[in-house]
């Protein structure tokens, strides 16, 4: 794994990652603005003694600082008013911004935390088409749409490669693709050790497939946003490079706003599409977040 981050992150930043990979991470909510403004919630886990800082990326975002209790413990934890959710999660859904009259496909659903921030984005309007293939993780996500106060979604306990079978159609899809958890180490450091090589190689192959279906299913004008929480280039530009490659329905939308540092164009001894530099990349030692990726790709009218 090292080897491969000197090959596009080089020593130093190896170095800085892997020290920063070792620090904690401060936890944060997403005010579920369907149920409660974040002023109001802000008050009322203040007066239970909890220190909360604003996200500057996420107006209704919520850092905390210091908590007296358990965050999944709390009334309002339990009344829906926030999800716990790291910062860098929350940007797929607050990109794609989807609208109230939307038909939007949420392509790997469980357990929910893009989801259910999309039907706030939606204002719980249009329509959200939930996908998710393990059967075992649909409880969780349906346990989270009822506790956020989700109505606008229907669940399609389903293969999302099988979504072209389907011959639905949509104006905004997410991809939140399984992928290795490279950007995880932070939170769960079993996964420095965990994955190999064959893993990489075996996700990528079904990164590809579903990136591919999920471009077949979008409307003209239509946008996806591919994102997941790994750093390999071969779970994200080397899977969007191969699946545009000869394509030209489909351009890589600069992204509005600056999160991240630009995607990597050159790699491995490749050079890859241009546009591949308007996917953003985050890591722990430049945006003290997980590792993290998204690239929004827009089917051409
Ligand atoms: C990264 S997680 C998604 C997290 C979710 N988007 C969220 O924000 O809570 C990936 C999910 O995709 C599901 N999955 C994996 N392969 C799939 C496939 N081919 N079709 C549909 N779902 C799949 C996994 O079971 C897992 O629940």
């Not at 999800?83 to 989807?98: G, K, N, T």
């Not at 996917?279 to 722990?284: D, E, F, M, T, V």
């Amino acid at each position: 794994m090292i080897e491969r981050y000197f090959q596009f992150l080089g020593e130093d930043q190896t170095i800085q990652l892997l020290e920063a990979n070792e620090k904690p991470l401060t936890p944060s909510i997403r005010v579920n603005t369907l149920k409660i403004d974040k002023d109001t919630l802000k008050n009322r886990l203040e007066s239970k003694g909890f220190k909360l800082e604003s996200i500057d990326w996420i107006h209704y975002g919520l850092k905390i600082k210091k908590s007296p209790l358990n965050l999944g413990s709390t009334h309002e934890y339990l009344q829906g008013f926030y999800y716990i959710q790291s910062v860098a999660p929350m940007l797929p859904a607050f990109i794609l911004d989807p609208n109230p009259s939307d038909i939007v496909i949420d392509m790997c659903a469980a357990p929910g935390g893009k989801a259910t921030h999309m039907a706030q984005i939606m204002n719980n309007e249009g329509n959200l088409i939930l996908i998710e293939r393990n059967r075992n993780r649909i409880p969780a996500l349906e346990i989270n749409l009822r506790r956020l106060g989700v109505s606008n979604s229907i669940i399609i306990n389903e293969d999302a490669v099988n979504l072209s079978k389907m011959n639905l159609k949509a104006d905004k899809i997410l991809l939140d693709a399984p992928c290795t958890g490279e950007g995880l180490i932070r939170q769960d450091s079993s996964r420095k050790r965990s994955k190999t090589m064959k893993d990489i190689n075996k996700l990528s192959s079904i990164q590809r497939k579903l990136l591919k279906t999920g471009l077949n299913s979008l409307n003209p004008g239509g946008q996806l946003l591919y994102s997941t929480c790994s750093i390999a280039p071969e779970e994200n530009e080397l899977v969007i490079d191969d699946v545009l490659k000869d394509n030209s329905d489909f351009a890589i939308v600069k992204i509005p706003g600056n999160y991240g540092v630009k995607g990597i164009v050159d790699v491995y001894n490749k050079t890859l599409r241009e546009d591949i530099k308007y996917s953003q990349r985050l890591y722990p030692h430049l945006h003290n977040t997980i590792g993290f990726f998204v690239c929004l790709i827009q089917r051409n009218i």
